[in-house]
């Protein structure tokens, strides 16, 4: 079993920058696949970001690509999003999530991840 506390999230104007962190707890994470995802209000969940254990493997979606950086600490257990140049169509609860294997060509679904955390709010203003 795994445990995600995620932290970080808040207020920002637009352009600005956050980042934000997810915790691990129950297992060494550094063999698993680590995502961030997004909801906002009256939307889906949708994809983010994930870190594959290999070193360099990160993906993004089009929509956070060259803004949004993850990165995760293995010996902290510990996965980070950066996300600079900030928009308001960012707002959403960021998830973080972790998945015991990594599916190349659908790590974009959300089925394709075992556990998740309860998520931080990320508001930007205008």
């Known amino acids: 079993q795994v445990q995600l506390v995620e932290s970080g999230g808040g207020l920002v104007q637009a352009g600005g920058s956050l980042s934000i962190s997810c915790a691990a707890s129950?297992?060494?994470?550094?063999?698993?696949?680590i995502a961030w995802f997004r909801q906002a209000p009256g939307k889906e969940r949708e994809f983010v970001a994930v870190?594959?254990?290999?070193?360099?493997?990160?993906k993004y979606s089009d929509s956070v690509k060259g803004r949004f950086t993850i990165s995760r600490d293995n010996a902290k257990n510990t996965v980070y999003l950066q996300m600079n140049s900030l928009q308001p169509e960012d707002t959403a609860v960021y998830y973080c999530?972790?998945?015991?294997?990594?599916?190349?060509?659908?790590?974009?679904?959300?089925?394709?991840?075992?556990?998740w955390g309860q998520g931080t709010q990320v508001t930007v203003s205008s």
């Open positions: 999530a972790v998945g015991e294997s990594y599916y190349s060509t659908t790590y974009r679904l959300m089925q394709r991840y075992d556990y």
């Open positions: 129950g297992r060494r994470f550094s063999n698993y696949v």
């Open positions: 870190s594959v254990w290999i070193a360099g493997a990160e």
